[in-house]
């Protein structure tokens, strides 16, 4: 493998440790996270009176994640005109290849972050039906429990989205300062686990 490479897979791989883990078995914060938006459903929806109150909720936090998919997009436009710009034809030939998997690599972050915030904003449309019904209606009830469902995924996809725009840092930075970009990498995980997971 490329030496000017170890430093990019070093940093990918810790990612994908951490994105592995964060699916196979959320953190504290995001099963509280999941319990919280279960309860407040719940909770309007035992409370006549409050169903423009659910829906405005539901609406500023679909606002959110189409801000995250927004900044997501252009950067993701700043990157592919990085590609074809000037800069990267004065790349010199024998560095031209970790240059493209550098950006290739933030691509792809940013194309899931992308994903993921739209699929939240799908899930977060969804609730918005639920919460929006008549409080004590038969049709209410029986979608409570998707309604609950929708916003637990939503919440996942909107954190998952937050979390892989935060990892485009590190792999940028691996690509411009290999070794200080790995130290950023790993920095990224402590913030992670030991702060925004908690």
Known sequence: MHEQMWPLWLTLALALVYFVKQWCWPSAATRQHDQLRSDWLQSVSATPGT???????????????????????????GSISLLYSSWAQTVSLGNKSAFLQHVLAVLVLLGMAFITSMLSARQWHHAGFVAGMPVGSAQRQQWLPLGQQCLRKAGHYYALSVRLLMWCVPVAVVGLFAWPGVIAAVLMLVVLWRGIDR
């Open 51 to 77: 169903e423009v109150l659910g829906v405005q909720t539901i609406r500023n936090s679909l606002m959110s994640c189409t801000m995250t998919a927004t900044a997501a997009t252009l950067a993701f436009m």
